[in-house]
């Protein structure tokens, strides 16, 4: 069963601490990107990437970092810089970063909450 | 600065009614056009793309693109309440997806 799965589904941080969330994809996709989804409001991408070892900040990079250390996975971590992480956090991915079938898919997200 | 201008809503619509949604995009440049559906709590969900100018219809759902006038459109026919969501049209172009803040639509039964 192909998808995309994050973990976990829900999350509690208390004030100063880091986390990391899992984002984990069986698609054979290249490409993996981290956005974030405040209550009312649209997508705001963190990170991207798209081959391995590789990635760029998105416009709102500040707090968080990444890894992609395999092709499957690319791991989010909030740190204690990120001064307002309660949010939606949502993995995507699509096959290749040219243009023609590009389509994205999205995990079922990471809701996140500073205690 | 790339932007995808929708309106916010809520557009209400009785059920079996046509639902209308619409985005302009401000890159000339992508050639990549999606629109997303997200229930409330969940992911968005991928329900149709659309790459060349003109009408793409996949069941109930017809996307319509207008590269000249920058815009995409999305009808949904026989609205039913379960159609009730938050669209969300997006674009890409140089490796990054850009993303409109979203149509809520509400099907009266």
């Known amino acids: 069963d192909g998808g995309i799965t994050q973990s976990p589904k829900y999350l509690f941080r208390k004030e100063g601490q880091n986390v990391t969330l899992s984002c984990e994809q069986n698609l054979n996709h290249d490409a993996m990107y981290w956005y974030r989804q405040d209550p009312g409001q649209g997508l705001r991408l963190i990170y991207y990437s798209q081959i391995v070892n590789d990635f760029q900040k998105g416009d709102i990079a500040e707090g968080y970092s990444v890894s992609r250390e395999k092709k499957e996975s690319f791991p989010l971590t909030v740190t204690s810089a990120q001064k307002n992480p309660t949010a939606f956090y949502l993995c995507?991915?699509?096959?290749?970063?040219?243009?023609?079938?590009?389509?994205?898919?999205f995990g079922p997200g990471t809701r996140l909450t500073v205690l | 600065q790339k932007e995808v201008e929708q309106n916010s809503g809520p557009l209400s619509v009785p059920e079996g009614a046509i639902a209308s949604l619409n985005c302009t995009y401000s890159?000339?440049?992508?050639?990549?056009f999606f629109w997303y559906r997200q229930y409330s709590g969940k992911s968005p969900e991928l329900i149709m793309s659309i790459y060349s100018n003109g009408d793409k219809e996949d069941g109930r759902f017809t996307a319509q693109l207008n590269k000249a006038s920058q815009y995409v459109s999305l009808l949904i026919r026989d609205s039913q309440p379960s159609d009730s969501a938050t669209y969300l049209c997006a674009w890409y172009n140089f490796n990054k997806f850009y993303f409109g803040s979203g149509t809520k639509l509400n099907v009266k039964p």
């Open positions: 995507a991915s699509s096959i290749s970063s040219g243009q023609g079938n590009n389509e994205q898919f």
């Open positions: 890159d000339r440049g992508s050639q990549s």
